[in-house]
Structures are given as structure tokens and as C-alpha cells.
């Protein structure tokens, strides 16, 4: 299981995990290593469904090709898959400790602007959900 141990996310990403990691200590969150995993869970999950909607408004409906008829289990599935690669991808053997010291000695300055990019990326996450309900909306043979 070393090969575990050396696989880590692309840097903005642990940065993401960093910010949001300190905003939940800020706030006396009682578990924030859970509170990160499940809102980086969440928005990659919004960011998987978008793409879906994008394929099928192109043309390729991989919903319906591969997971028709089991959408609540899937989606289930998925959120427990997504929830389980962010676990191992930032906290085995507490690789998070590791994340917090690669960024805590930044200047004012980047951590204004790293939270700034976190909430545009956050903003844009729950956009594309906004934008994938759109898209469902526009693909439905019922939608006049």
C-alpha cells in the first residue's frame, strides 16, 4: 500500500482541502476532516452530473446507455464511491497534516486570494448544477 501513501491530488486541489479544512476549524466544526471530505465529494459529484447532461445534450446520453433503471442506486453508488477516493486521496494515514503544512506559512495576500478561488470554484460548482438541471430540462421530450 505505498503506492497509496504517494498518490496525492493536483495542488489546487490540496489547496482547496487546505482552505476548507481552516474554515472548518474556524468555525469549531467537531469533525472537519468529515466536513471537507463530503463537501469535496459533493462538488465533484455536481461537476460528474454536468458532464452528463453535457454529453447528452450533445448527443450521447450515457445515463440512459449504461444506468438506466437503477438512478437511486447509481447515484447512491457514486456519492459513496466519490466520498471513499477523497477519503483515501486525503486522509490515509492523516496525508491531511501533511496539505495543511505544504500551505500554512503563505502570506495575507494568498490566502486572500486562495479564498477568493475557493468560493469562484465553489460558486461554479453549484452553478453547473443549476446549468445540468437546464440541460434536463431541455433534453425532456415533455418540455414544451
Known sequence: ???????QPPKF??????????????TN?????????????FTHLLQLFFTLDLFR????NIWENYFSGYNKIIVA????????IIELFYHYKDKHLKYVIEF?????SQKKRGTIYLFIYLFISIAL???SLWLLTINNPNYL
Open 13 to 26: 486541489l490540496r489547496y482547496m482541502f487546505y482552505k476548507l479544512y481552516m474554515f472548518a476549524l474556524k
Open 129 to 131: 448544477l443549476y446549468v
Open 57 to 60: 445534450f450533445i448527443g450521447f
Open 104 to 108: 500554512e506559512n503563505e502570506i495575507k
Open 77 to 84: 453508488i457514486f456519492s459513496l464511491l466519490f466520498l471513499y
Open 1 to 7: 500500500m505505498q503506492w497509496l501513501e504517494k498518490l
Open 29 to 41: 466544526n467537531s469533525t472537519p476532516k468529515l466536513s471537507v471530505a463530503i463537501t469535496l465529494a
